[in-house]
Nanobody, 115 residues
Framework: QVQLVESGGGSVQPGGSLRLSCAASGSTFIFYAMGWYRQAPGKQRELVAR???????DYADSVKGRFTISRDNAKNTVFLQMNSLKPEDTAVYYCNAHPLVNWTWGQGTQVTVSS
């Protein structure tokens, strides 16, 4: 069973930047496409970025051009560089496989964008 630990969230002003990290345990990580998801209060969890095992990426329209997903397979880590943050980016951010498999969700990391 893979365990996921997200970190790097915080509070920033609009226009600011944050870099999220997701550390995954287990040797099977490198075979899976990974995604960053977010859940804002009162809303459903949504996929914002995805990266395949070979490094191909996709983004939700709402973050395209502002967020960059990357991975370091040697370190079992996935990153999300978030630039030009907006108040509507406020949410708890999670990583997980995409499509989802039977991995337990981590605790997530809170991102708050406010002036």
């Amino acid at each position: 069973q893979v365990q996921l630990v997200e970190s790097g969230g915080g509070s920033v002003q609009p226009g600011g930047s944050l870099r999220l990290s997701c550390a995954a345990s287990g040797s099977t990580f490198i075979f899976y496409a990974m995604g960053w998801y977010r859940q804002a209060p009162g809303k459903q969890r949504e996929l914002v970025a995805r990266i395949t095992s070979s490094g191909s990426t996709d983004y939700a329209d709402s973050v395209k051009g502002r967020f960059t997903i990357s991975r370091d397979n040697a370190k079992n880590t996935v990153f999300l560089q978030m630039n030009s943050l907006k108040p509507e980016d406020t949410a708890v951010y999670y990583c997980n496989a995409h499509p989802l498999v039977n991995w337990t969700w981590g605790q997530g990391t809170q991102v708050t964008v406010s002036s």
